[in-house]
């Protein structure tokens, strides 16, 4: 029998072409960033990553959208014996290859370029995460255990990891895990049950951890209860773990089950129970959830840029098919409110990229040892804020690019479902925005933290000088200090009151950052290249309203109203 003829109209996917030549934002933002020589001599290293990301990487990682390359649990070989061997895709290994080869974790700890290698490392990562079926999540943790190993300082545990966990050399290169969540915290790893034992140097480990991302990594830091400790987070120590013996076998462990997620169903997540595992301790046997703060200040900051580079992605995607799509007689980007629904996805992608890649230069500076006193404050409140606004915006623009692409944005196989699916991790990994706001509130505690990052918000907006941006700098300044003098008043209100709105507070903040960075970049565009597209982006998202808090007279009423005992509870309450 002869093939069937089809006829008729069929519409052309959007496409990728080049991930580094087409993001301006990206380009002019380390233009600004980095010194001549040190821009000069990362560009090409980004511009090989961009062109992987929109070929090999992103046909490989496409391929594992599909559910058959999804992770597979074998509990048992064919003859019994538990072996809990977690399967992935070959996909998976070649995206690590690049990975480990193109130094997206290695970049920073080589310190080629002092303290702008993080924002190197970051750009690379900024590339890589999109197309890289989320292998970005155990380069995060990789990254987070290598800092966090370093700034503890066990010379045996840093000799032997490592050199590892920030390889360029795929078959030496390790990947790390971070198993913190257990079934009665989640976020409050407080009430971590994971007990452990001394056995003479060593630790021995068992319990269960509900939550483990990466479970394939070779090595993990992990929280336990040494026997005899108290209660809370205090009580908890920090542990190094490596997952497999010098002979392949789990070193006390077992696989119980793979997640099925949301999302982020490309990269196996599992619950393991420990029975007895080895493990070394990682600086002093109590207030683990401290010593584990440089795993999660890392950590955090890769997802505020997994969520800048999750936006571009979006808006790349949406741009190239409206110039491909036709609807009542013009292209979509020729008709003005779909003009105008690019446009606001153009402006939460930069924004959140400005903010995420001032919180990497920041913790670059750091890093180097030049960070200043006000700088190392402001980054105490800047990781949090960075995080979960970022986190937030993700999640929206995925949405609205889904729907840019109407009903094939809600099909399954053109891969276009997985940009949503994926960003909705964003805003609960590594801290809700609850969690997060929380961590807002308690960093107030130092009253100077919040006078320093004011002052990033004010330098800022100090660069921008042209009409236009200085106004747009204003506002900024405005919304800071208005959350600057909302939070005395509230807090003398009560704990309620102050928590009651955490989340406006440290949205209202990181919203004046990126509108003050947004001027600064956009005076840059104009002296530097005469261009005013980034003008237009600050003036957008500024009268999007950047002051999430109640007017100065009615702030403090409603919120030591509605945090009221009485109140709360009926507010929460269905009907």
């Known amino acids: 029998m002869g093939t069937v003829e089809q006829h008729g109209f069929f519409q052309a996917p959007p496409r990728l072409r080049d991930e580094w030549e087409d993001d301006l934002a990206l380009r002019r933002c380390l233009e600004r960033l980095l010194p001549t020589d040190v821009h000069h001599g990362v560009v090409p290293t980004l511009a090989e990553l961009g062109r992987l990301a929109a070929t090999d990487l992103k046909a490989w990682s496409d391929a594992m959208d599909d559910p058959a390359e999804e992770p597979r649990l074998r509990p048992f070989d064919a003859w019994g014996n538990r072996v809990d061997r977690v399967e992935t895709s070959p996909y998976w290994a070649r995206i690590a290859e690049v990975a480990a080869t193109h130094g997206v974790v290695a970049t920073a700890y080589e310190r080629a370029h002092g303290e702008h290698s993080r924002v190197h490392q970051f750009a690379l990562a900024y590339l890589f995460a999109p197309s890289s079926a989320l292998y970005s999540c155990p380069l995060a943790m990789t990254d987070g255990a290598a800092k966090t190993l370093l700034v503890h300082g066990d010379r045996e545990l840093v000799e032997r990891a490592v050199p590892r966990l920030t390889s360029r ?85 077992r696989v119980l089950r793979l997640k099925s997620k949301l999302g982020t169903r490309q990269m196996p997540t599992a619950e393991l129970a420990l029975d007895g595992t080895l493990a070394q301790l990682v600086g002093p046997p109590a207030d683990g959830t401290r010593n584990i703060t440089p795993m999660l200040t890392v950590t955090r900051l890769w997802n505020a840029v997994t969520a800048a580079s999750g936006l571009r992605r979006a808006l790349a995607l949406a741009r190239d098919y409206a110039g491909r799509r036709e609807a009542f007689g013009s292209a979509l980007v020729d008709q003005p409110l779909h003009q105008a629904t690019l446009a606001w996805l153009r402006v939460q992608h930069e924004s959140s990229l400005q903010l995420a890649f001032h919180a990497v230069a920041l913790l670059g500076r750091d890093e180097a040892g030049v960070a200043t006193e006000r700088e190392q404050q402001a980054l105490r409140l800047l990781l949090p804020i960075t995080k979960l606004t970022t986190g937030k915006q993700a999640v929206a623009g995925a949405s609205e690019a889904l729907e840019a692409f109407g009903g094939a944005g809600y099909i399954e196989d053109t891969h276009l479902p997985q940009l949503l699916r994926d960003a909705q991790v964003l805003p609960i990994w590594e801290g809700t925005t609850n969690v997060l706001s929380l961590d807002v509130v308690r960093a107030l505690g130092d009253h100077r933290t919040l006078a320093a990052y004011v002052e990033e918000v004010r330098r800022a907006a100090g660069l921008a000088t042209s009409a236009p941006l200085a106004t747009v700098g204003k506002l900024a300044v405005d919304a800071a200090d208005h959350a600057s003098r909302w939070v005395t008043p509230a807090a003398d209100a009560g704990p309620a009151a102050l928590q009651h709105g955490a989340r406006r507070l440290a ?51 409603t919120d030591a109203a509605l945090a009221r005992d009485d109140v709360l509870p009926w507010l929460a309450e269905d009907g």
């Open 169 to 253: 050399d795929p078959a030496t290169a390790w990947t790390s895990g971070q198993w913190m969540t257990e079934r009665p915290g989640g976020s409050d790893v407080g009430r971590t049950e994971t007990v452990a034992r001394a056995e003479g140097p060593l630790w021995r480990l068992t319990g269960t951890k509900w939550f483990t991302s990466a479970v394939t990594a070779d090595m993990a830091l992990t929280l336990a209860r040494p026997e005899g400790n108290g209660p809370g987070g205090r009580g908890l120590a920090m542990f190094y773990v490596e997952v497999r013996d010098a002979h392949g076998r789990l070193n006390d462990l």
């Open 507 to 557: 949205l209202t903040l990181g919203r004046a950052l990126q509108a003050a960075l947004l001027a600064a970049q956009a005076q840059h565009d104009l002296d530097v290249h005469a261009d005013g597209r980034a003008t237009a982006v600050a003036q957008r998202f500024a009268a999007e309203g950047l002051d999430l808090l109640e007017a100065p007279g009615d702030s403090l009423t």
